[in-house]
């Protein structure tokens, strides 16, 4: 099972950047769909992007367009890059891993989880 460690949260201003890291390890990073979820307090989690190896990238409806995923193989890392952020983006942005190489966009589909790592965008 891939171990997954995130990085690269923190407190930003509405309109803003950031840039998240999540390092695998523990197993073939080619053989999994790697994604991104995050979760505000009292809310469910809430499924950000996804990329598999050879299908592409997937991102939900309030993110696209402003979030773009992407991956380093030879890295065994995976990136969110975030722009444009919105007071609303604020959450616990979790790193996740699903064996295979077909994006379900939906927590109980990942069997890897990270720490979690906090986003704040003030307004």
């Known amino acids: 099972q891939v171990q997954l460690v995130e990085s690269g949260g923190g407190k930003v201003q509405a309109g803003g950047s950031l840039r998240l890291s999540c390092a695998a390890s523990?197993?073939?990073?080619?053989?999994?769909?790697l994604g991104w979820f995050r979760q505000a307090p009292r809310k469910e989690r809430e499924f950000v992007a996804a990329?598999?190896?050879?299908?592409?990238?997937y991102y939900g409806d309030s993110v696209n367009g402003r979030f773009t995923i992407s991956r380093d193989n030879a890295k065994n890392t995976v990136y969110l890059q975030m722009n444009s952020l919105k007071p609303e983006d604020t959450a616990a942005y979790y790193c996740a891993a699903s064996w295979g190489d077909y994006v379900i966009p939906s927590p109980t589909s990942f069997s890897s989880w990270g720490q979690g790592t906090q986003v704040l965008v003030s307004s």
């Open positions: 990329i598999s190896w050879t299908r592409g990238s």
């Open positions: 523990g197993s073939t990073f080619n053989n999994y769909v």
